[in-house]
Each structure stands twice: as structure tokens, then as C-alpha cells.
């Protein structure tokens, strides 16, 4: 179900007209839908009703503190990948035995804070890695819980800057090493090897790449004969950013895991982001200048690509939607940009739309994933406010950034 929608002409977030909230609150600014959170997390917990997995949605797609809250009261856990989102996740009151810390480069800083927290799992990708962790134990009694990413070289078809499973990428050990590093982790007594764990990418929309994953851990199993107390399959599943593109078969995955998961002793766990909070967040933004040039019309918006690097960065497409549509259209060459002095500040281009003015607002749809958390101060612009929706009630879950907090900085 979809809780961000067109309304007899008008945006809806919730019960909330998307206009008041543009008049409330200064723009841009990201708009969050509580029902379509918990919608879509729920969706998740149904489709995989039978493995009964532990949820730990990935911190790194949105780390708003209130956000946490909110998802630890549903039941999430944490994927984390620094000290900062670790200490972000136990203070939403996010249980420690939920939390799962992964990365490449840990810190001893980091692996000391994952320690001291007793975090169910410590996710490790190199054997320094694992000896660094061996040594700060090496003379405690203390025993801890790790598992070892494994890269299967499965490719997940998506783009190159967000897939993370093939054998030339930075990301865990290949079967070999994986192999090479399990024996040597079972002869440390400080120790437990408790989990395998996986990730091959981000927005996933075809289930072949995780059955493909599945195959391969199922060969680490038998070679290695270690009954793994945890198998985390990571996250990745998509969403659709667009009425062309497919969302994935959640019920079509869950049936493969189950057949997988038949006959062994393991706790299943999935490190979603995307797929709870993508399409629960607009970024609400004001036209501030419209001009003609070379028979294109720029579309000059209040929000750039410091708020929202996506379009920048991966070259992502966000569908533009009016907050008030009207019943005449604008044809002809329009590019939605931003203010910042950069060419590559721009979101959209369209041949059709909303007959649009100045002072007109718009919402960015689909971006509660890597849109907060990767903004930025780029051209000394303050960070913008994030607001929830629950209902008919709103509230603001982080203030705009002061100028004189930014330029004293």
C-alpha cells in the first residue's frame, strides 16, 4: 500500500496534505510517512513468516535517531558499519544482542566500542582483521561471536557503484580464503565462529543473484562442516523507483530461503534498508527560478545535490511530482536542477508536466534511502530539516542546521 500519493490532484503523505506541511516548514526539507514504514516492514516480516528472521535494518541508509526508535519499536535490530551508528543504534534503545557490526575497515577504536557493547556479531573481512580482534582479547577470558563475509562472486545486476559480490571487489573473502581463515579462527580461544554472512549489492530486483548466493554458502557448509549459529544474507532487495521498474518477489526469495534453511540449526538475518524507508521519503523543495535557454527550460529548485546525491552520484532516476497538480500541462524540454555550482546538480528531465510557476513546490519522491545520509555541506549550504508524518500528526525529527552553526564551523 502506498501512504505518498497523488489525491484528487494533491499529494498526500499520510492524512496530511503535502502543501501544509511545504507552508509549515521551510523547504527543502525530507518528509518521512510513518504508515509506509511500518507497512513496508511488516511486508517483510509476512513474506518471510516462515524462516522467522531477525531484522536489522541498515543504519547507513538513514541514521535519524527518532527513525531508529520508531523501527526498534517494531521489532528491527541494526546493521551498523562505524562506531557512530553503533552508539546511534543503542541509544534508540536498540537491543545489543540485534545489533550486527560489518565493514571492511574497522577501527580498533570500533572493534573495542563492538566489544564492550556485546553486539550479537562482529562481521569480519580480512584475517588482520580477526587477528587484531584475537590480540585486544588476548589476554581477557572474554569469548566473543564473529562471522566471516564471504564474497561469492555472484554478480547482483545492479549498477556497478552499489554491487558488492563479485570477485574483484573489496568486500569479504573468497570461498578459498574463507575456507583457509574458518580453521584458523576455530583455534583462537577467544573466538566463536558464529556466522557466515553475505551481501552482494544494493536495489536487487531479480531473486536469481540470492538463490545463486544461497548455492554458494551451501558449498562453504558442507566444505567447512560448521553448524553456523547465524547465516546474514545482507540486504539489497529493491524497490521500484519508477511504474517501469519491478519491485522484488519477496514471496518468490522467502520460498528459496526456506528450502535452503530445511534441516539446519541457523538464525536467518537480513540487513534491509532500502526496501523499509526508500519509498518512505520525499524531499519537499521550492522552485525558486525558472529559465529558458536554448529552447530548454531549467527548473531552478531550493534543493541540490548537497541534500540529495543520489541523481549526482549513481546517475539515479527519482520521479518529480507536483504538491498540487494542475489540469493544464507544460510540454516541451524541462531539467529539474539544483543551486549548487556543479553541472552535475540536476534530477530530472521531462518532456511533460504540471503547468509550473514560481513559488510552485514539488516533492522528490522515493529518496528516505541515502538521501539524508549522504547530504552534505557542499557550497557551505546548511543540512535540512527532517519531518515525520504519523497520521494526521507531524513533527520535526532533526532541525535545520543554523547558519551560525554552519559558519562558525
Not at 531477525?54 to 562506531?83: H, P, Q, R
Not at 549498477?159 to 559480490?165: E, L, P, R
Not at 536467518?268 to 520525499?282: L, T
Not at 549522504?374 to 515525520?388: C, D, F, H, K, Q
Request: contains cysteine; glycine residues 8%; hydrophobic residues 40%.
Amino acid at each position: 500500500m502506498n501512504f505518498i500519493r497523488l489525491r484528487k490532484n494533491n499529494l498526500w503523505v499520510d492524512n496530511i496534505l503535502a502543501i501544509k506541511l511545504a507552508k509549515k516548514y521551510k523547504t527543502p526539507f525530507y518528509c518521512y510517512s510513518h504508515s509506509q514504514i511500518q507497512n513496508n516492514f511488516e511486508a517483510l516480516n509476512n513474506a518471510f513468516k516462515a524462516v522467522n528472521p531477525m531484522i536489522c535494518f541498515s543504519v547507513k541508509s538513514n541514521s535519524n535517531l527518532s527513525l531508529l526508535k520508531e523501527l526498534k519499536k517494531m521489532g528491527s535490530g541494526a546493521d551498523v558499519v562505524s562506531i557512530g551508528e553503533l552508539l546511534k543504534a543503542t541509544k534508540a534503545g536498540i537491543n545489543n544482542k540485534k545489533i550486527v557490526f560489518s565493514g571492511i575497515g574497522k577501527t580498533e577504536e570500533e572493534i573495542r566500542m563492538a566489544i564492550k557493547k556485546g553486539v550479537l556479531l562482529i562481521n569480519v573481512e580480512s584475517e588482520s582483521e580477526v587477528n587484531l580482534i584475537n590480540n585486544i582479547l588476548k589476554n581477557t577470558s572474554k569469548k566473543i561471536s564473529i562471522g566471516i563475509r564471504l564474497n561469492p562472486n555472484v554478480a547482483g545486476k545492479t549498477h556497478q557503484k552499489i554491487s558488492t559480490g563479485g570477485k574483484d571487489e573489496k568486500f569479504g573473502l573468497i570461498y578459498k580464503d574463507f575456507i583457509n581463515l574458518s580453521k584458523k579462527i576455530i583455534k583462537m580461544k577467544n573466538l566463536k565462529l558464529e556466522g557466515i554472512s553475505v551481501h552482494i549489492g544494493s536495489q536487487i530486483t531479480n531473486v536469481q543473484p540470492f538463490k545463486k548466493v544461497l548455492s554458494a554458502i551451501n558449498k562453504i557448509i558442507n566444505k567447512t562442516r560448521i553448524n553456523f549459529k547465524f547465516i546474514d544474507l545482507g540486504g539489497g532487495m529493491g524497490i521500484s523507483y519508477s511504474k517501469k521498474e519491478k519491485q522484488i518477489n519477496l514471496l518468490e526469495y522467502a520460498k528459496a530461503v526456506s528450502k535452503f534453511i530445511k534441516n539446519k540449526k541457523t538464525k536467518i538475518i537480513f540487513e534491509p534498508g532500502r526496501f523499509i524507508i526508500g519509498n518512505a521519503g520525499i524531499l519537499i523543495t521550492k522552485i525558486i527560478h525558472i529559465k529558458k535557454s536554448n529552447k530548454k527550460y531549467f527548473i531552478i529548485l531550493d534543493a541540490g545535490m548537497n541534500n540529495f546525491m543520489r541523481t549526482a552520484l549513481y546517475g539515479a532516476i527519482h520521479q518529480i511530482i507536483p504538491l498540487k497538480k494542475t489540469n493544464n500541462s507544460f510540454k516541451g524540454n524541462l531539467s529539474f536542477v539544483g543551486p549548487v555550482c556543479e553541472s552535475s546538480d540536476k534530477f530530472l528531465n521531462e518532456k511533460k508536466f504540471s503547468k509550473l510557476a514560481i513559488g510552485d513546490y514539488v516533492a522528490i519522491a522515493n529518496v528516505g534511502a541515502y538521501g539524508m545520509s549522504l547530504s552534505s555541506n557542499y557550497n557551505s549550504r546548511p543540512t535540512i530539516a527532517e519531518v515525520m508524518v504519523k497520521g494526521s500528526e507531524h513533527k520535526v525529527i532533526r532541525q535545520r542546521q543554523s547558519l551560525e552553526s554552519l559558519i562558525n564551523n
